[in-house]
């Protein structure tokens, strides 16, 4: 597609609930990135994708939180077990490979609220 | 682990009035990336600086990255009510995925 696409774009559920959240990059991208953003914040790290691998999962912020991409360009994240701490705005990004010299482009981000 | 610090955090401006942002990382830095995000927007990629004591221009804005590869700035010149936005810098140490700063929030009054 012509940009990073991201569904839904606004998600509330229960506490106790689970979710999942889809991005679909630009097509051809390799590397593919979640963030997320709260208010007044920076986006901060989740996970990153080269391909069909997670290349680095280390801002995962514990267990409940999940990703996959399993060919290589549509991912979903999941969480489990939601919790009010988890509102935020989900963004996701890809970029032609994790070398490349350009910058990442986002999508319009999954606005999440955990009720 | 890495962080990017960016001050000031809020910047009121006259529209016409120059504006700067800057950004200190407690690593050095592979590159470093700005980023503007417009309010109910996402971020959008503006720049990427490489080398030390690189300076690129884009217009109004003025993007340099400091010698020890530590610390970045962004200045636009003459603001515009179209400035508006929060500016992001972000850097990758080797590696590692790209870590934003807090942002700098602008605000400009005609």
């Known amino acids: 597609g012509a940009g990073v696409s991201q569904t839904p774009s606004n998600k509330v559920t229960e506490k106790g609930k689970y979710v999942e959240l889809r991005c679909d990059p630009i097509s051809g991208h390799t590397a593919l990135y979640w963030y997320r953003q709260s208010l007044g914040q920076g986006p901060e790290f989740l996970i990153y994708f080269q391909g069909t691998g997670a290349a680095d999962d280390s801002g995962l912020p514990n267990d409940r939180f999940f990703a996959v991409r399993p060919e290589g360009s549509v991912s979903t994240l999941k969480i489990q077990r939601t919790e009010r701490g988890d509102s935020a705005v989900y963004l996701c990004a890809s970029r032609e490979t994790s070398n490349a010299g350009d910058g990442y482009t986002f999508g319009s981000g999954t606005r999440l609220t955990v009720v | 682990g890495q962080q990017v610090m960016q001050i000031p955090q809020y910047q009121h401006v006259q529209e016409g009035e120059d504006f700067t942002t800057y950004c200190n990382s407690s690593?050095?830095?592979?590159?470093i990336q700005w980023y503007k995000q417009r309010p109910g927007g996402h971020p959008v990629f503006l720049i990427q600086l490489v080398k030390s004591g690189e300076v690129k221009k884009q217009k109004r804005l003025t993007f340099q990255f400091g010698e020890a590869k530590k610390n970045s700035s962004l200045h636009i010149t003459a603001t515009q009510t179209t400035d508006v936005g929060t500016y992001f810098c972000?850097?990758?140490?080797?590696?590692?995925?790209?870590?934003f700063g807090k942002g700098t929030t602008l605000s400009v009054s005609s």
């Open positions: 972000a850097g990758h140490q080797a590696g590692t995925a790209l870590i």
């Open positions: 690593t050095t830095l592979s590159n």
